[in-house]
């Protein structure tokens, strides 16, 4: 059976069922609108969950890529962390090796300076027998001139026993080889030197005695000793003569200097200084046998024969 009932519009009530039909269409339009509206609400959430879904898919591969990158970056610092521990171990053995090298150079400067204590030790030795040995050769050059001095008096002694003449003073006219004497008062047996080459040059360089080279009738005059240098000069009044081998050997190369080939046939003398002559002549007054002997500081030593004494 219908609810509805069919239309005429010539009965009596139409109207009303009409309203109330047009109301229940109304209510099925507003069903079917809030149906609607449902759905449509449904669409929409179904659209954009894909959206969120693919979102935190993106974020995922973010991570994942940054994952990687820190896995990357470990790996880095892992090889870097490597990489120091083998620099720190070649570094350990570098310090090692040079701690060895330094005990080792350490170890060898103690023997160098064991080495330079000894070698001081040694040198100081060397120092004081050199000391000794200058000492000794002074001593032994001191005897040698000695010597060569008494060589020279008992050469000339053997040739006045052999001559058997007596001395004559020595004029600067009639100059012959022959040790210092006096030029008047000397009698046989008596002889006059230098009691050493050393006293020799002291008195030259005191001025007592003044020292002279003949050649020929030409005169030079020994003017410095240091180094040895002659002028020529006039013949002195007299002076005494000595013999060649008693003469400082800068002398004689002095004067080869001075006067080319002179030296070999030179005549060597000396003139003394009037303190030294009164001294002479006092010891000439009464000894007659003897060496007498002219020492540096001017003294006269009168020879051992002589009974008085010298003032």
Request: charged share 25%.
């Given at each position: 059976m219908s609810v509805f009932t069919p239309y005429g519009p010539n009965r009596?009530?139409?109207?009303g069922e009409l309203?109330?039909?047009q109301t229940d269409v109304m209510r099925f339009l507003a069903i079917i609108a809030l149906c609607l509206a449902a759905i449509f609400s449904l669409v929409q959430s179904a659209a954009v969950a894909p959206a969120s879904t693919t979102l935190a898919l993106v974020d995922r591969d973010s991570l994942t890529q940054q994952i990687d990158e820190l896995l990357q970056r470990k790996r880095q610092l892992v090889q870097e962390v490597a990489d120091l521990q083998q620099r720190l171990q070649l570094t350990q053995k570098g310090t090692e090796q040079a701690t060895a090298a330094l005990r080792n150079t350490d170890r060898s400067l103690e023997r160098l300076r064991r080495q330079l204590a000894a070698l001081q030790d040694e040198l100081a030795q060397s120092g004081r027998r050199l000391q000794r040995t200058r000492a000794e050769t002074a001593t032994q050059r001191r005897t040698l001139s000695a010597l060569q001095q008494q060589v020279t008096t008992e050469a000339y002694r053997l040739r006045q026993i052999e001559q058997q003449i007596p001395a004559p003073a020595v004029e600067n006219t009639a100059?012959?080889?022959?040790?210092?004497?006096?030029?008047?008062?000397?009698?046989?047996?008596?002889?006059?030197?230098?009691a050493s080459v050393d006293a020799l040059r002291r008195l030259i360089g005191s001025g007592e005695v003044v020292f002279y080279a003949r050649s020929?009738?030409?005169?030079?005059?020994l003017q410095k000793l240091a180094p040895p240098s002659y002028g020529k000069v006039k013949a002195p009044r007299a002076y005494y003569e000595m013999l060649g081998v008693t003469i400082p050997p800068e002398f004689i190369a002095a004067f080869k200097q001075t006067v080319a080939g002179?030296?070999?046939?030179?005549?060597w003398g000396v003139t003394l200084s009037p303190a030294i002559r009164r001294q002479l002549e006092r010891i000439l007054a009464q000894a007659r046998d003897g060496e007498i002997l002219i020492h540096a500081d001017g003294s006269v030593e009168p020879p051992p024969s002589a009974t008085f004494q010298r003032n």
């Open positions: 009596r009530g139409d109207t309203e109330a039909l100059p012959r080889p022959a040790p210092a004497r006096s030029n008047d008062n000397t009698s046989r047996g008596l002889t006059l030197g230098f020929g009738n030409s005169f030079w005059r002179g030296a070999n046939r030179a005549n």
